[in-house]
């Protein structure tokens, strides 16, 4: 499971680098034919909204995976193992509720409306820019539950354990 889960972050890692490798290339595309060639390319500036959507939901599906998102770790990290596992339980059942119903329903309701409106330049449908929602909740409740079985198993650390002092 450990290690489904290493290869689940590595490879959200590459994408949001080919993400935003596509997006520095567009920006530059985009500046040269404006400046340089006088002439626009229409496409650029709506792929890079889109690319940025995917990369930001994407990223923080990486972060729920890794424990990396932002938290306040203050009282977790001054309760004992056994009390901040518990409270790592919570957590994660709150997150797992906000990613079932919030980003998968709410995302896959929005994406599949979406359907019908088509991008202004583009004109692709809108529900696939929105189609990350679901896309990225399935990731977050998959990694979350990685993280829950691995932690309550003790292969995995909290990720506000207390490791040594002097740390920030």
Request: net charge positive; glycine share 6%.
């Amino acid at each position: 499971m450990l290690s489904f889960k290493r290869w689940l972050e590595r490879v959200l890692l590459v994408l949001m680098a080919m993400m935003l490798i596509a997006m520095v290339c567009l920006m530059l595309w985009q500046v040269t034919t404006r400046y340089l060639l006088g002439v626009p390319a229409l496409y650029t500036e709506e792929t890079l909204r889109f690319l940025m959507i995917w990369m930001a939901l994407t990223g923080a599906a990486y972060c729920f995976g890794t424990n990396r998102h932002l938290a306040l770790d203050l009282i977790p990290s001054l309760l004992p193992e056994k009390a901040g596992r518990f409270l790592y339980l919570i957590n994660s059942v709150v997150v797992l509720f906000f990613a079932g119903f919030v980003l998968l329903l709410g995302g896959w309701k929005a994406s599949l409306s979406a359907l019908t409106q088509m991008s202004p330049i583009m004109q692709i449908p809108m529900g696939y820019a929105y189609s990350i929602l679901p896309i990225s909740a399935v990731i977050i409740f998959v990694l979350q539950i990685l993280n829950v079985f691995l932690i309550m198993t003790g292969r995995l650390r909290l990720p506000y354990a207390k490791s040594g002092a002097g740390e920030l």
